[in-house]
């Protein structure tokens, strides 16, 4: 939705482009390609958040078939029954160790001591052998230790393994959900910067991108209480309104909104009024509220 919404804003700049140059609007025309480039900027930027979202579903996907490859290859290898138990573990834990470091960073560093000789280790046996030590050929040789499993000390350090990899798979959303409001933030105050650049062109312009800024807001805010918008394309009235029935928002930034949207109207639709400098100045400011209030 976020992204169809700046396509119909790069076509409503392309539309003015096109069209026959009217008062106030002679400098945007002479710097056309600044607005091609703000509008084009963003709309990359927003197509990389929009990517990112659909990359959840994916990315669980990959991590159930991580899991479910470890987890078989370790039934083999406790059966004696895995013929490459050497390629296939390396070729395993290579992917899930990267899978560890980007969605558990704080179960990184145990997740490759099950794997990994501690430099600092002092003796070798219950507690120490690790997977590596096994790839190498290496067990204990002391006579207390005459009767250790390599094998089985393995399988509990592959184990563990799994249990890391498999817990954070519950973390993905969450992960995913930060990066994606700290994309979605800065995509947001990189808008408002280009509105301020478009201003020294075109006011109406740059009213009407921060005005796509107000939609995208509030879509987002009302996803994030669960509220369902009838229309397929809502305006800023389609969504404040159910907002302030949901008490989300309360009656003083309703108000607020609801002047926003008459000053985005007159920046997009409204063509006998040019917008003044002054009246987008003020939508950009309150854009700049609404990100930073209303959730």
Known sequence: ???????????????????????????????????????????????????????????????EALYKEGAELAVAFQKAKEKQFHYDYQSWYTKAL???ASLASDRHAEFRSYYEVDPKRKSLGYGTYVIQDFLKGVAPGSYQLQNFDTRAEVIKCFLNQLSILNAIKSRVDSVLANIEGELYAEIQDNEVANARQLMKISPRAAGALVGVVIEGHLQKVAAA????????????????????AAEVIDTPAWRKISFLADLR?????????????????????????????VF
Request: glycine share 4%.
């Open 1 to 63: 939705m976020l992204f169809t919404n700046y396509l119909v804003l790069v076509k409503y700049a392309v539309h003015l482009l096109k069209a026959k140059p009217q008062a106030g609007f002679a400098g945007f025309f002479e710097k056309r390609y600044v607005t091609k480039v703000c509008l084009c900027d963003i709309c990359v930027r927003t197509y990389l958040v929009r990517k990112h979202m659909t990359k959840r579903d994916a990315i669980h996907k990959e991590l």
């Open 98 to 100: 990267k899978a560890v």
């Open 225 to 244: 209480h669960g509220l369902k918008i009838a229309k397929k394309n809502p305006t800023i009235a389609d969504l404040n309104d159910p907002l302030k």
């Open 265 to 293: 109207n007159l920046c997009s639709h409204k063509k006998d009024a040019e917008p003044t400098k002054e009246q987008v100045e003020e939508l950009i400011h309150g854009v700049e509220w609404l990100t930073k209030n």
